[in-house]
């Protein structure tokens, strides 16, 4: 446990200074500690409260652009994990972009041919008919 009285307290931060240095909410901190993304810490001994080292801030902003990114939590976790492995190369981080870039690829193709369909349909709605009788909701139950 850390000592409140021993120790420096600027080097651990409560989970809402965390949550504030990072722009998240004290919620989004747990939930990333529930889910193994950073590790639990020790309370301080006067208070019971949470004392985050101060390297979680590093950490929470990784998830947080990792995920700004596309990338699950999961696949935040395995960059995670290959941060910390010494014998892991940036071969490793590279393949694991890339896989992601290749993801989301694959969904842009899936949105283009969302977009095109919708469009199609709108074509079809005169847009004067009454709306039991519009084609687009009419392909639609088909």
């Known amino acids: 446990m850390v000592q409140s009285s021993s120790s420096p307290l600027d080097e651990h931060l409560r989970v809402g200074e965390v949550a504030e240095r990072c722009g998240v909410t004290s919620d989004t901190v747990r939930f990333y500690e529930d889910r193994g993304l950073i590790a639990e810490p020790p309370r301080f001994e006067s208070s019971g409260y949470r004392a985050y080292p101060s390297e979680t801030v590093e950490r ?19 960059l995670l994990e290959l941060r910390a492995d010494d014998e892991a190369s940036c071969e490793e981080v590279r393949r694991v972009a890339e896989q992601k870039a290749e993801d989301v690829r694959a969904k842009i193709e899936r949105l283009e041919a969302m977009l095109q369909g919708l469009e199609a349909l709108t074509e079809l709605c005169p847009g004067d008919v009454p709306s039991d009788e519009c084609p687009f909701l009419e392909v639609l139950t088909r």
Do not use: R
Not at 60 to 78: H, W
């Open 60 to 78: 929470v902003e990784l998830i947080q652009n990792a995920q700004d990114l596309g990338f699950s939590l999961d696949e935040t976790k395995k």
